[in-house]
């Protein structure tokens, strides 16, 4: 029995997406990263009010958006290997569960919104509360951003033949869905369980 040698285009490895789509998702990462630093150095300026806001925080709320972001990100992969192969039903499937599974992270955000502002932990209560706003806030501005961003994967799904470029773009796509999640399992250790 003979196996022949496998085509160099088969075997070639490449980073999915454009080129400048990794520029500006690792300038998205940069700006987080900063957020991140600024927030730990105003944490351990006062400890103890850092710590005392962060047990108001619904950690059950953050499990479920922790969860519900993993699940999406599962299904872009799904979706990204049914285009490859042509699965186009698989992939649509796939990228509308994802969008649901958005959906379902931006009601959690707003529900948890709405009751740390009824129970007075508003931006303004005190430095905990206004860091957890403006990180949240711009992660969930990142979240309605990547439902676009889903919204024209799941165009694509559409498509008979995708153009080498087009699924570049595509791929680029996934990976804004990805950093989104990747920013979330930060976010979430940080804001909620970290003491």
């Known amino acids: 029995m003979t196996v022949s040698a496998p085509t160099a285009q088969a075997t070639a490895r490449r980073v999915p997406g454009e080129n400048g789509t990794w520029v500006f998702l690792f300038g998205d990462m940069l700006v987080f990263g900063t957020f991140f630093a600024t927030f730990m150095v105003e944490r351990a300026r006062v400890p103890e009010i850092f710590d005392a806001s962060r047990k108001t925080l619904h950690t059950g709320v953050g499990v479920a958006n922790t969860l519900v972001l993993l699940t999406s990100s599962l299904c872009v992969v799904i979706a990204l290997g049914a285009l490859r192969t042509g699965a186009r039903h698989i992939a649509r499937s796939a990228v509308l569960a994802a969008m649901v599974c958005g959906g379902i992270f931006v009601l959690l955000k707003v529900f948890e919104y709405y009751?740390?502002?009824t129970q007075g932990h508003g931006v303004g209560a005190n430095h905990f509360y206004l860091y957890y706003y403006i990180l949240t806030g711009v992660h969930l501005f990142h979240v309605c951003v990547g439902l676009a961003v889903l919204t024209f994967l799941l165009t694509q799904t559409r498509r008979h033949d995708i153009?080498?470029?087009?699924?570049?773009?595509?791929?680029?796509g996934a990976c804004f869905w990805h950093l989104v999640d990747l920013l979330w399992v930060v976010l979430f250790p940080l804001l909620y369980l970290v003491a």
């Not at 153009?163 to 680029?172: L, N, P």
Request: charged share 25%; net charge negative.
């Open 115 to 117: 009751s740390l502002v």
């Open 163 to 172: 153009s080498e470029t087009r699924m570049a773009v595509v791929e680029g």
